[in-house]
């Protein structure tokens, strides 16, 4: 089993919440990435059997929304969006700053396996931009001295957990 | 100039229901229970001339009005915080800063159209907004706002906030309805309207949260005060997100019909110094461009649309000179393309084949005749979709080229850009 019996009872409480049961597929994806990091087909595959509705459900629905990696991520996820309003205020250079302070590219994981860095559209942090996402954090009006200081406070909380 | 929707916005604890009680919320909802059938509160938000906030304007009060009174299956309200028009975080601010706001409006809506269970669809990045809702929504519950038999009035609603999977269509009322249903996020064919037949086939009722955010404060004050903000025809404040090029970004609300350049120049303190107004998308990303000169048109509906562009959900996009337009062009393109639902093939394909495009003249690749075979297929899709995203990726990009065709041919020309982007990390 991958799901712990946390999520599956936050799964359980969601469908009792919806007229049909379907509904809670999205809010079940949910639970187990927050408690996963990222999905994949044997998660599928137990959301399906607490859910009792076909794997294949769960399957397309997971296939179509893009906030969930299908596949292993670094402990921390950063998202920098790419879109107009963040563009216009640096972001092409902000992804550029942490690819070389990362070393990664876009879509790369760090060899550590801390940092995984994507871009994405826009967050709904336009009149912050430039901006970012770790996690379930936003970081708004980067600049590279608070790009330094956010990587560093990331190592230092991943340091204390030992990694 | 009065806020309204914001005048708590600056209060950290206003998200707390007992500073929302002693700031006079709650107090629209008993007063509906009690004094209001559900079809006078129609009457009263008709009367008030509430447009919507999410982008098209249309009317609540006649939305509401649409869902058949004598049907006998379930009714539902679906308050969308989906907020992913780039260029927009309006919403977002509401529901972090006073999120009773938003439960009281949801609460009153779906009382007015009878509905017993409604949801705040919010996009899953918007982790800390959910959880403000979440809280507030808890509180409603414990204090008897919301759950069976609302302050003793005989009426019953259940309120659930469901989060997104990071996908803009879901933004788009019927795809929003499919998506909560458990689906993939496709938009779907209307008619029949989600008021007739939208979640899980029944009556349905969608709007923005900022909509939403207008009727406790219209119950409370009145028709004619809500009618002192803004015009004729499109009454009322609106929070406008300002972003891009400007010294001061941030959300403001404004009565509507306050001139454009006012929000950029007085209150956003106008473009970076050094550099000019290029270019201002008005209403988020899949508006028509306006240019410098029109910058004294007055942010309302009508007026707008006048100057050829579309208030949309009130996203001002500010663009100087050190942009270039066909950059411009590419980031609101591959934007598009990569949120087309893929239900449809003239917005699936089209918006396929002009990422192509633009991203082979912004590389330097372009050819004679691409900027035509462009406008070409934006005239193939327009107008052609299931629903309007098709049409979102193409207004903004035909305009963008009947504005800046220069660049676009000099780009061809030259394998480079006329302008160089250049917009560095502070
Ligand atoms: C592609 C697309 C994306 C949309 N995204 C949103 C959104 O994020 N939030 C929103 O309130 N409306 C959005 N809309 C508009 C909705 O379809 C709908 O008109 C609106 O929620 C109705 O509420 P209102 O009448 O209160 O404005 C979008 C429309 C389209 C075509
Ligand atoms: S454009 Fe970056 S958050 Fe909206």
Redesign the interface.
């Known amino acids: 089993m991958i799901l712990s019996g946390d999520t599956i009872r936050q799964i359980k409480a969601r469908m009792d919440?919806?007229?049909?049961r379907?509904?809670?597929?999205?809010?079940a994806?949910?639970a187990a990435y927050r408690q996963v990091g990222h999905l994949n087909p044997a998660i599928y595959r137990e959301i399906a059997r607490v859910m009792d509705?076909p794997y294949i459900?769960i399957a397309?629905?997971a296939?179509?929304?893009?906030?969930?990696p299908k596949h292993e991520v670094g402990r921390y996820l950063i998202q920098v969006c790419?879109?107009?309003?963040c563009?216009?205020?640096?972001?092409?250079?902000?992804i550029a700053?942490i690819e070389s302070k990362l070393g990664i590219a876009l879509g790369e994981t760090t060899s550590d396996k801390l940092f995984t860095l994507i871009s994405?559209?826009?967050?709904?942090?336009?009149?912050?931009?430039?901006m970012m996402?770790i996690n379930?954090?936003?970081y708004e009006n980067?600049?590279?001295a608070r790009v330094d200081e956010i990587i560093a406070q990331l190592r230092t909380e991943a340091g204390q957990d030992g990694g | 100039m009065e806020k309204v929707l914001f005048a708590h916005v600056d209060n950290p604890q206003q998200h707390r229901i007992e500073t929302y009680l002693a700031a006079g919320g709650y107090q629209a909802l008993p007063k509906i229970l009690r004094e209001y059938k559900p079809d006078d509160v129609i009457d009263l938000i008709k009367k008030s001339g509430l447009r919507g906030r999410g982008g098209a304007g249309f009317p609540a009060g006649m939305k509401w009005s649409f869902v058949p009174k004598t049907s006998p299956k379930?009714k539902y309200l679906c308050c969308n915080a989906d907020?992913?028009?780039?260029?927009?975080?309006k919403?977002?601010v509401l529901m972090e800063s006073d999120p009773h706001l938003v439960v009281e409006g949801i609460i009153i809506a779906a009382y007015a159209i009878q509905a017993h269970?409604a949801f705040i669809y919010i996009?899953?990045?918007?982790?800390?907004p959910a959880a403000r809702m979440e809280q507030a929504v808890e509180e409603a519950y414990a204090r008897g706002y919301l759950g069976k038999n609302i302050l003793g009035s005989g009426y019953d609603l259940?309120l659930?906030v469901?989060?997104?999977?990071?996908?803009?269509i879901c933004g788009e009322e019927t795809a929003l309805l499919s998506?909560?249903?458990?689906?993939?996020?496709l938009s779907r064919i209307r008619p029949p309207f989600p008021a007739i037949e939208g979640l899980?086939g029944c009556p349905t009722v969608v709007n923005n949260v900022e909509t939403l955010a207008n009727v406790p404060l219209i119950v409370n004050r009145g028709v004619d005060w809500f009618r002192s903000h803004g015009t004729e025809k499109s009454p009322g404040t609106k929070i406008f997100?300002?972003?891009?090029?400007i010294k001061r970004?941030?959300?403001y609300e404004v009565d509507l019909g306050t001139p454009l350049s006012y929000i950029i120049n007085e209150l956003g303190g106008g473009v970076p110094d050094g550099r000019t107004l290029k270019a201002i998308?008005p209403g988020g990303?899949s508006t028509p461009l306006l240019l410098p000169h029109q910058i004294d048109t007055p942010l309302d509906f009508e007026s707008v649309a006048q100057a050829g562009s579309m208030l949309g959900s009130g996203?001002i996009?500010?663009?100087?000179d050190g942009?270039c337009m066909v950059w411009?062009a590419m980031?609101?393109i591959n934007?598009y393309q990569?949120?087309s639902?893929g239900k449809c093939t003239p917005c699936r394909e089209g918006t396929a084949w002009l990422k192509q495009l633009i991203n082979r003249i912004e590389d330097g690749n372009g050819r004679p005749g691409d900027i035509d075979l462009i406008l070409d297929i934006c005239g193939n899709i327009m107008g052609r979709t299931i629903c309007p995203l098709g049409d979102a990726a193409v207004m903004p990009t035909e305009s963008i080229i009947k504005l800046f065709r220069n660049e676009f041919e000099y780009h061809i020309e030259h394998k480079t850009c006329l302008v160089k982007t250049s917009?560095?990390?502070?």
Do not use: W
């Not at chain 1, 379907?22 to 809010?27: D, F, N, Y």
């Not at chain 2, 917009?423 to 502070?426: E, F, I, K, T």
């Open positions: 919440r919806y007229p049909t379907r509904s809670a597929i999205l809010p994806l949910t509705v459900e397309e629905a296939s179509f929304y893009t906030m969930f790419h879109n107009i309003s563009s216009l205020r640096g972001a092409d250079n902000l700053y994405v559209e826009c967050l709904g942090g336009c009149s912050a931009a430039p996402q379930d954090t936003y980067l600049t590279r | 379930p907020e992913s028009e780039p260029g927009t975080c919403d977002r269970q996009r899953g990045e918007f982790v800390f259940d659930v469901h989060t997104g999977g990071g996908a803009y998506s909560l249903e458990g689906d993939r996020g899980y997100s300002l972003s891009g090029n970004p941030g959300n998308i990303s996203a996009i500010v663009i100087d942009a411009t980031k609101l934007f990569h949120e639902c917009y560095p990390l502070a």
